[in-house]
Nanobody, 123 residues
Framework: QVQLVESGGGLVQAGGSLRLSCAASGLIFSSYTMGWFRQAPGKEREFVAAISTYVTSKYYADSVKGRFTVSRDNAKNTVYLQMNSLKPEDTGVYSC????????????????WGQGTQVAVSS
């Protein structure tokens, strides 16, 4: 079965950095666009970033442009999210997801989801 497992979350001070990883198994990783989403307490899940199958395209939410970088290593079946200049409003559970429908920001278009990793940014 398909598994997406996130890691790398934690507690960091504002202005700090974290690198999230998402290891995939049970699917042809290189055939899927990979996305990152986050959900803050009491809020709906929101799109963060997505990267196409062979890194030809990347897409970011306006709130993270210039601070976050999404990348992938198809040989390792892993997608990454480098988060710099973190702000308290970046706090939430970060989940990776896979879609076969191209570069998408709509969560309902993603086929597979990880459990998420907690990111907390203190002021």
């Amino acid at each position: 079965q398909v598994q997406l497992v996130e890691s790398g979350g934690g507690l960091v001070q504002a202005g700090g950095s974290l690198r999230l990883s998402c290891a995939a198994s049970g699917l042809i990783f290189s055939s899927y666009t990979m996305g990152w989403f986050r959900q803050a307490p009491g809020k709906e899940r929101e799109f963060v970033a997505a990267i196409s199958t062979y890194v030809t395209s990347k897409y970011y939410a306006d709130s993270v442009k210039g601070r976050f970088t999404v990348s992938r290593d198809n040989a390792k079946n892993t997608v990454y999210l480098q988060m710099n200049s973190l702000k308290p409003e970046d706090t939430g559970v970060y989940s990776c997801a896979a879609t076969s429908r191209g570069l998408r920001m709509e969560s309902y278009l993603y086929d597979y989801w990880g459990q998420g990793t907690q990111v907390a940014v203190s002021s």
